[in-house]
């Protein structure tokens, strides 16, 4: 009980214990702000509210004076009011509205057809339509006539009138670049005129005279071309390739079949024709509908798994150029499986070219451009 006792609290004894902190702690607790604090925050206040006051003079707007209204302009005569109407109804005489028509240069007569050309024996017949030799009746000019009927639903693009057209006629109206018809390019025939008839499109082309299809060509020779000839007639038919990939136009269909052989003069002039299967492209284009001949058409076209327009026409190029100088029909399926072959008696640079150009892979081809620098062709 007495250890007890002991160890209660007595605060008295803690003071005298400790005198000197109890003084330093009270005299914290108890701070009696000075003079010059007190000041100090006055004159801030004085500040503040000075400063606000100038800012809330410098807000202060004086009330603009309201703006007369506008008073409406009448005719104040029946003289003034006819007056201008007359000239109103000037102004609008003399403006020119855009036409809702149809603003090509399409014909939709069969009697301005005939007025103007007089068709004859057919020369061919495709897919889509069938070709008519013919004639110009203002000055004799020989014409090639391609009628392709609406039945068989041709594609077709906007032109630059808004309007729906054929997609083999916006392409070979493209094609009327003069930079294309050179003597040393496999031209496109020129597109001269057109016509959209109720029942089929006609369109009436240059044709070149003396000339053949290719195919012709080359049984004429014993079906076999020399390596010469067949070099000038590549070098044409792919500088036009690299032509159309600028202006991107995808033949789809380049053969000896779609290529006509000038024979008016010793050197060969190709001409690539038939542009039916024809549409516009891009760089990045990929294409799963197979448009184009199937016995020859490239690997990648034939199996769905998409192709693009100038590996496509590289492989379309060695074809024309295998059978030119094998005389045999190219198959794809059979060159596959090496049951066709490139023939070891043409030149080492020769047997390269067509090579590269029948690789399975369209990845491993040339670009066209790199074809036109191939050494058998330099």
Not at 144 to 167: M, N, W, Y
Not at 172 to 180: A, C, H, S, T
Not at 238 to 262: G, P
Not at 265 to 286: H, K, M, Y
């Amino acid at each position: 009980m007495e250890k007890e006792m002991n160890m209660k609290h007595d605060p008295e004894a803690d003071m005298k214990n400790h005198p000197d902190e109890d003084k330093t702690s009270s005299s914290r607790s108890k701070r009696v702000p000075s003079k010059e604090d007190g000041r100090t925050k006055a004159l801030k206040r004085k500040a503040c509210s000075d400063d606000d006051d100038g800012e809330s003079k410098k807000r202060k707007v004086e009330p603009s004076e309201p703006a007369e209204p506008m008073k409406p302009t009448r005719l104040k005569t029946m003289k003034n009011k006819k007056d201008f109407l007359k000239k109103l109804k000037k102004i609008i005489e003399k403006r020119t509205f855009p036409s809702r028509t149809n603003t090509s240069s399409v014909k939709t007569s069969e009697d301005d057809f005939e007025a103007k050309y007089e068709q004859m024996e057919q020369l061919g017949e495709g897919g889509f339509g069938c070709v008519f030799s013919g004639f110009r009746r203002s000055d004799n000019l020989q014409v090639a006539i391609k009628r392709i009927g609406k039945g068989f639903s041709p594609d077709t693009v906007v032109d630059e009138h808004g309007q729906l057209i054929c997609t083999e006629v916006a392409v070979m109206q493209k094609l009327k670049d003069p930079q294309l018809q050179s003597a040393n390019k496999a031209s496109p025939v020129v597109l001269l005129d057109w016509y959209d008839l109720n029942e089929e499109i006609v369109l009436v082309m240059e044709r070149p005279i003396p000339a053949t299809d290719m195919k012709v060509y080359l049984e004429s020779r014993g079906g076999i071309a020399e390596e010469d000839e067949v070099k000038i007639i590549m070098k044409q038919l792919i500088q036009t390739a690299v032509d159309l990939e600028e202006r991107h136009i995808f033949h789809r269909d380049i053969k000896i079949r779609n290529v006509l052989i000038e024979t008016s003069s010793d050197v060969p002039r190709a001409r690539l024709i038939d542009f039916g299967l024809s549409c516009f492209t891009t760089e990045t284009s990929v294409f799963t509908n197979f448009a184009g001949t199937l016995s020859v058409a490239a690997p990648e076209s034939m199996f769905g798994s998409g192709y693009r327009a100038e590996p496509t026409t590289v492989w379309q190029l060695g074809v024309v150029g295998y059978e030119a100088l094998h005389g045999l029909g190219f198959n794809t399926r059979m060159f596959g499986m090496n049951m066709l072959r490139i023939s070891k008696d043409l030149s080492p640079d020769c047997q390269c070219f067509l090579k590269s150009c029948l690789r399975s892979y369209p990845s491993f081809r040339p670009k066209l451009k790199e074809l036109l620098q191939h050494p058998w062709l330099i």
